[in-house]
């Protein structure tokens, strides 16, 4: 009798394969060959799963793409400090991110080759609109609370996001950077900077 194949865990495996394919070879370098090679599997089983290498590519950032979704959700409807909410929101991504290595190194390959609108699984710039946006937005309710220090703008808050993502450009260049451990030194210097000070 024929071994039942479970088609969840068969689609998973074959994505798996291709996320550490694109993260090692780069995407414009990867064939459906090398992702079937990757998988164990025949190359017409990659195609019963996902019509193409851009396929497989959407579906790996679709998680990512929910988790960046939810992050900025979480800051915007949370409550208290608007700046303890951006340092929370700056460690949550350093989290997210750190956690998907190689979904990480794909992301700076495609950004790095320039790849944008439909040949691309993710849009980087609305994402980085959407954090700046957020970002914004807290540091106006922080200046309503009172707990913003004054000259604070919109331009802070791409310096925020820029922090982040030099550190993450950073630990994607020389993995032994401890990615985890600079969450506190950027809430440190670009959130906690940002704090007005009681004059003694």
Known sequence: MPRKV???????????????VFARQGFAATRVDDIAK?????????????????ALLTAAFEAYEAGSRTLIQQARTGTGDALERIASLVRSVVGMVSAEPELTRILVDLWAEGRRGDASPVDIAAVYRDHR???????????????LRAGVGEGHAAVVVGAIEGCLLQWIVDPA??????????????????RRRERV
Do not use: N, W
């Open 38 to 54: 990757e998988a164990g599997v025949a190359k017409g089983s990659v195609y019963l799963y996902f019509d193409s290498r851009e």
């Open 177 to 194: 950077l401890p990615i985890t451990d600079l969450a506190t030194p950027i809430v440190e210097v670009c959130v906690e900077g940002l």
């Open 6 to 20: 479970d088609s969840a865990a068969r689609r998973d495996m074959i994505l798996g394969a291709a996320v550490r």
């Open 133 to 147: 946006a957020v970002i914004a937005e807290l540091l106006a309710a922080a200046e309503a609370q009172g707990t």
